[in-house]
């Protein structure tokens, strides 16, 4: 029968019958490790001899494999096109993971192959990302099963170096823009904001290095000997630092702050609980911007954060005043921050507070994005979620962490919807990761719902 219940069930079958777990397993024994350059010929066997003949193969695509223009890091394209007046879907994946470390896993775990033990199915990449675009993928394959087609268009995009960067991923979008072109991204990474909580996030916040230098002088000097006459460059550097981020962490720079918390992202984040989980640390009451609350200051706020900070020999002090110091920090920022002018914002806060001699050097940034939470499609996709869990989604306007989100929301101008189905002690890019199994099953049902709605009443459709 075509009907929303029944898609729904052959995907609580695909999963109870073992199906999922045998495709999982086959994509996790590909050792996809991105950061490790010997393992290029991998990164493309994953996309030639795993997905490619999946999505021809079960779901009618048409699907090759590129190069990527900025190294080794191939890139997958597939289509399938059923009609010009039928909304059209982007959906996304990364088939990459990070290095596996088989060293560091507990006895009995192998990050190559899926270990279920309970509710926990071991394996590097099955929680990132393996797992979650194998479930949108069988959630299609569900839809085309038992309507007999999609009722919309698709278009596949898998990269193979999201854990490096995503190095190439912006460049590909904008000279495929138009084969990429789509009313809608749909996608799954990261958590959702507890495990019993389905999760809709609709971006992420940007991610910005940069490192504050302070090299006065060649060697050290002994510090009984010329103490109180040299410049201590350690000194200047936690002066600087503190100038900029204070003792409570609240950002003390007007250009590296945000103008405000938008109603619409105060209203969502409203009923959103941050940590409280087993293995969460305690959120540090006091700290960050004063007056927002912990989930407004983690996903509509930014931060400044001192990764690293070094001078002298820290493991091994001596009576020496260095000559150098160095602070490799980072901001994270929300949409409405000038990121592409953090150089030029932090050298005029320094100059204007005596501290010419700090050196600024800004890394690669990736973008801030968050589409309107506001949007039709926004509340379709809560619409679809509640109706097949019977619960509230959360709504988070964007992720605390960063995705290459800005790639399909910037060079494509896409509304982008992101569907978690992870949760946040998976131990992602850790040793002993894992894919929580009620979550993936419920995630089956949540994307066959989805799809099956996607092809029967869009905003696309509604809103022509």
Same mark, same amino acid.
């Given at each position: 029968?075509?009907?929303?219940?029944?898609?729904?069930?052959?995907?609580?079958? +695909?999963?109870?019958?073992?199906?999922?777990?045998?495709?999982?397993?086959?994509?996790?024994?590909?050792?996809?490790?991105?950061?490790?350059?010997?393992?290029?010929? #991998?990164?493309?066997?994953?996309?030639?001899?795993?997905?490619?003949?999946?999505? #021809?193969?079960?779901?009618?695509?048409?699907?090759?494999?590129?190069?990527?223009?900025?190294?080794?890091?191939?890139?997958?394209?597939?289509?399938?096109?059923?009609?010009?007046?039928?909304?059209?879907?982007?959906?996304?994946?990364?088939?990459?993971? %990070?290095?596996?470390?088989?060293?560091?896993?507990?006895?009995? =775990?192998? !990050?190559?192959?899926? %270990?279920?033990?309970?509710?926990?199915?071991?394996?590097?990449?099955?929680?990132?990302?393996?797992?979650?675009? #194998?479930?949108?993928?069988?959630?299609?394959?569900?839809?085309?099963?038992?309507?007999?087609?999609?009722?919309?268009?698709?278009?596949?995009?898998?990269?193979?170096?999201?854990?490096?960067?995503?190095?190439?991923?912006?460049?590909?979008?904008?000279?495929?823009?138009?084969?990429?072109?789509?009313?809608?991204?749909?996608?799954?990474?990261?958590?959702?904001?507890?495990?019993?909580?389905?999760?809709?996030?609709?971006?992420?916040?940007?991610?910005?290095?940069?490192?504050?230098? %302070?090299?006065?002088?060649?060697?050290?000097?002994?510090?009984?000997?010329?103490?109180?006459?040299?410049?201590?460059?350690?000194?200047?550097?936690?002066?600087?630092?503190?100038?900029?981020?204070?003792?409570?962490?609240?950002?003390?720079?007007?250009?590296?702050?945000?103008?405000?918390?938008?109603?619409?992202?105060?209203?969502?984040?409203?009923?959103?609980?941050?940590?409280?989980?087993? &293995?969460?640390?305690?959120?540090?009451?006091?700290?960050?911007?004063?007056?927002? @609350? !912990?989930?407004?200051?983690? %996903?509509?706020?930014?931060?400044?954060?001192?990764?690293?900070?070094?001078?002298?020999?820290?493991? @091994?002090?001596?009576?020496?005043?260095?000559?150098?110091?160095?602070?490799?920090?980072?901001?994270?920022?929300?949409?409405?921050?000038?990121?592409?002018?953090?150089?030029?914002?932090?050298?005029?806060?320094?100059?204007?507070?005596?501290?010419?001699?700090?050196?600024?050097?800004?890394?690669?940034?990736? !973008? !801030?994005?968050?589409? &309107?939470?506001?949007?039709?499609?926004?509340?379709?996709?809560?619409?679809?979620?509640?109706?097949?869990?019977?619960?509230?989604?959360?709504?988070?306007?964007?992720?605390?962490?960063?995705?290459?989100? &800005?790639?399909?929301?910037?060079?494509?101008?896409?509304?982008? =919807?992101?569907?978690?189905?992870? +949760?946040?002690?998976?131990?992602?890019?850790?040793?002993?990761?894992?894919?929580?199994?009620?979550?993936?099953?419920?995630?089956?049902?949540?994307?066959?719902?989805?799809?099956?709605?996607?092809?029967?009443?869009?905003?696309?459709?509604?809103?022509?």
């Amino acid at each position: 029968m075509m009907t929303r219940a029944a898609v729904i069930d052959c995907a609580t079958e +695909y999963y109870d019958s073992g199906e999922f777990l045998a495709d999982l397993g086959r994509r996790v024994a590909f050792a996809t490790e991105s950061q490790d350059r010997a393992g290029a010929r #991998t990164l493309r066997s994953y996309l030639t001899d795993e997905l490619a003949p999946a999505l #021809t193969g079960r779901l009618g695509c048409e699907a090759r494999v590129i190069d990527n223009p900025a190294g080794d890091y191939p890139l997958l394209v597939a289509t399938r096109h059923e009609g010009d007046e039928m909304p059209t879907v982007l959906v996304y994946g990364h088939g990459d993971v %990070v290095l596996g470390e088989p060293e560091r896993w507990r006895p009995g =775990l192998d !990050p190559w192959q899926v %270990v279920v033990e309970g509710d926990r199915w071991y394996g590097r990449g099955t929680a990132d990302n393996k797992g979650q675009h #194998t479930i949108n993928f069988a959630a299609l394959e569900q839809v085309l099963r038992v309507r007999g087609r999609l009722g919309f268009n698709l278009k596949v995009l898998v990269e193979t170096g999201e854990e490096s960067g995503s190095p190439g991923l912006r460049t590909v979008c904008a000279q495929l823009r138009d084969e990429l072109a789509a009313d809608v991204l749909i996608a799954s990474d990261g958590p959702r904001v507890a495990a019993e909580r389905p999760t809709l996030f609709l971006g992420s916040r940007g991610s910005t290095p940069f490192t504050l230098r %302070v090299d006065l002088r060649e060697g050290s000097y002994h510090s009984g000997n010329w103490g109180g006459l040299l410049r201590n460059p350690a000194t200047v550097l936690g002066a600087a630092l503190a100038s900029i981020v204070d003792a409570r962490g609240r950002i003390l720079v007007s250009g590296l702050r945000p103008r405000e918390v938008p109603e619409n992202v105060r209203e969502a984040l409203r009923d959103i609980a941050v940590g409280g989980g087993p &293995d969460d640390p305690p959120v540090d009451d006091g700290w960050g911007e004063p007056g927002l @609350t !912990p989930a407004e200051r983690l %996903v509509g706020w930014n931060s400044v954060e001192v990764l690293s900070l070094a001078a002298g020999n820290p493991d @091994t002090p001596v009576n020496a005043i260095p000559g150098s110091a160095h602070a490799h920090c980072q901001l994270r920022s929300v949409v409405g921050t000038d990121v592409d002018k953090l150089g030029v914002i932090l050298r005029t806060h320094l100059d204007d507070h005596g501290f010419a001699m700090v050196d600024v050097e800004v890394g690669p940034t990736m !973008p !801030p994005t968050r589409t &309107d939470p506001d949007d039709p499609w926004v509340h379709w996709a809560l619409g679809s979620i509640s109706r097949t869990t019977g619960a509230e989604p959360a709504l988070l306007p964007n992720l605390g962490g960063s995705l290459p989100n &800005d790639a399909f929301a910037g060079a494509l101008g896409l509304c982008t =919807l992101w569907i978690p189905h992870s +949760y946040p002690a998976c131990a992602q890019h850790a040793p002993d990761e894992h894919l929580l199994a009620p979550v993936a099953r419920e995630g089956l049902r949540i994307m066959a719902g989805l799809f099956w709605d996607l092809g029967e009443d869009s905003p696309v459709r509604s809103h022509p």
